[in-house]
């Protein structure tokens, strides 16, 4: 069990301003800048004759989950390019989302316990390290912050899928 994205309640109102939104509504409803409310999506796994283990040490993500259905069904899962719930996600792995909302589009990347936002439209960043609690933002170094950066796709279709997940 999982949904697609979460839903704001102005938990950061005033950062969201730095983003294009037409309405003007920051932080507020279903979709748009992927701060950790909506990015981050509880989920349920469950397979009678496997292990369900949600508490990774890699970060999980939307992606895995047509592989992890093909594994736990037992057939073929080598078109998807996502990681295996049951096998674990590597701890080392750089996690990706984004939102577009009225056509500005908004990247994060996740690392262990850092993340950014960033939007090329409107030329903002945000970093921030999260927790248990949601984020805290402008904790990054200059370093972290680039090095973020450099793992966010330049286009979103350059992802080299191959196969395309919602037309199955």
């Not at 069904?73 to 996502?82: A, E, N, R, V």
């Not at 972290?144 to 350059?158: C, R």
């Amino acid at each position: 069990l999982v949904g697609d994205h979460g839903e704001a309640m102005w938990e950061y109102h005033e950062l969201d301003r730095q983003f294009s939104d037409s309405r003007p509504n920051y932080c507020v409803g279903h979709g748009g800048t992927p701060f950790d409310k909506l990015a981050r999506v509880p989920a349920a796994l469950y397979h009678p004759n496997r292990e369900s283990n949600l508490l990774f040490s890699g970060q999980p993500n939307g992606r895995d989950i047509p592989r992890t259905i093909c594994e736990g069904l037992g057939i073929d899962s080598t078109i998807f390019k996502g990681e295996d719930w049951f096998e674990g996600i590597p701890e080392d792995r750089y996690s990706i989302c984004e939102a577009t909302r009225y056509g500005t589009e908004r990247k994060a990347v996740y690392y262990k316990d850092k993340k950014i936002i960033h939007s090329k439209t409107d030329d903002v960043t945000l970093d921030a390290t999260v927790g248990p609690d949601g984020e805290t933002f402008g904790t990054l170094s200059t370093d972290t912050i680039e090095s973020l950066l450099e793992h966010l796709p330049e286009k979103w279709d350059s992802f080299d899928m191959k196969s395309d997940a919602s037309a199955m």
